[in-house]
């Protein structure tokens, strides 16, 4: 069976913490993709990479950095948490294949108090 | 740019009842498009897609039929279950996954 894990199902930091959330998935794929979810604003891209140490910029880069060392493991970076990076974080990873769906981690619920 | 509107939730029906959700889409280019269901405390899962105009993707029950003529792909039931109740995602992509587009979400909640 398939499966992206991601490092935390919770987790609870303060203001101007360095935060890591770390992904990893099975499945050889190329691409990953780091989302966050928030009511009524479905999931928004944050950054992707679609190789080793390969990364492009989503729709709200700002305040987050990846890595991408190893091809199964990609991790997002809160360089310095604020209240307003509360949120769902989801992980995905897919082919390159066009048409191919994106496999979901089950999310990290991140607090920044 | 491209992008997905799905209607507004939470939607609330009670079981056996017909589900629509709609959605519409705007794209430059030719994209494939996708149904993801989030069931509670889990991550999504792909639930249905369509590559080609006029395509009907279908499982578990549901089906979506990818209109080009009204840039539609709204998603149906006959009968919804309770197990039904979940979050439902349209989204689509049109050169590869690295430009998937998510809807807004919609919240179906289904009574017995």
């Known amino acids: 069976d398939v499966k992206v894990t991601q490092s935390s199902r919770y987790l609870v930091k303060r203001t101007g913490e360095k935060v890591f959330l770390e992904c990893v998935q099975d499945m050889d794929h190329e691409n990953m993709f780091w989302y966050r979810q928030d009511p009524g604003l479905g999931l928004r891209l944050i950054y992707f990479s679609y190789d080793v140490k390969m990364k492009e910029k989503g729709d709200i880069p700002e305040g987050y950095s990846v890595s991408r060392e190893k091809k199964e493991r990609f991790s997002l970076i809160l360089e310095s948490a604020s209240t307003n990076q509360t949120s769902m974080y989801l992980c995905?990873?897919?082919?390159?294949?066009?048409?191919?769906?994106?496999?979901f981690g089950p999310g990290t619920r991140l607090t920044v108090t | 740019g491209n992008s997905v509107t799905q209607m507004e939730g939470p939607v609330t029906l009670s079981e056996e009842a017909f589900l629509t959700i709609n959605c519409t889409y705007t794209?430059?280019?030719?994209?494939?498009l996708f149904w993801y269901v989030q069931y509670p405390g889990e991550g999504l899962q792909l639930l249905l897609k369509a590559t080609k105009a006029d395509d009907k993707g279908s499982n578990k029950g549901f089906e979506a039929t990818y209109r080009k003529e009204t840039t539609s792909f709204h998603l149906e039931k006959g009968s919804v279950q309770v197990s039904d109740s979940a979050v439902y995602f349209c989204a689509l992509s049109v050169l590869n996954n690295n430009d998937m587009r998510f809807g807004a979400g919609t919240r179906l909640t289904v009574k017995p």
């Open positions: 794209a430059t280019g030719y994209p494939s």
């Open positions: 995905a990873s897919s082919s390159r294949d066009r048409g191919s769906k994106q496999y």
